[in-house]
């Protein structure tokens, strides 16, 4: 099974950005959609980004539509989540994730990494 690893969390002032990163281990990561998901302090795990094996077919939240992309490196064996002019509500820790399907429901991934803190301050 694939194991992921985030990294490129931190603190930024609200309109800033960060570019999350989730490195794969094993030579299958492009047989995976990636996506990524979020949860605050308090409330559910929520759906951000999924991007398709080949790197052609995206899913976005509506809530960060227009602000977040998702993107993919299978020559690095890794997938990122470009966040731009973040917001508040945007504080939460990151996770991502690998799945077989093309999905944006958690209960369709496989594999999830260790979570990245995202902090955006008002």
């Known amino acids: 099974q694939v194991q992921l690893v985030e990294s490129g969390g931190g603190l930024v002032q609200a309109g800033g950005s960060l570019r999350l990163s989730c490195v794969a281990s094993g030579r299958t990561f492009n047989s995976y959609s990636m996506g990524w998901f979020r949860q605050a302090p308090g409330k559910e795990r929520e759906f951000v980004s999924a991007l398709s094996r080949g790197g052609f077919g995206t899913y976005y939240a509506d809530s960060v539509k227009g602000r977040f992309t998702i993107s993919r490196d299978n020559a690095k064996n890794t997938v990122y989540l470009q966040m731009n002019s973040l917001k508040p509500e945007d504080t939460a820790v990151y996770y991502c994730?690998?799945?077989?399907?093309?999905?944006?429901?958690?209960?369709?991934?496989?594999?999830w990494g260790q979570g990245t803190q995202v902090t955006v301050s008002s």
């Open positions: 994730a690998a799945t077989g399907k093309f999905s944006r429901y958690g209960k369709d991934y496989d594999a």
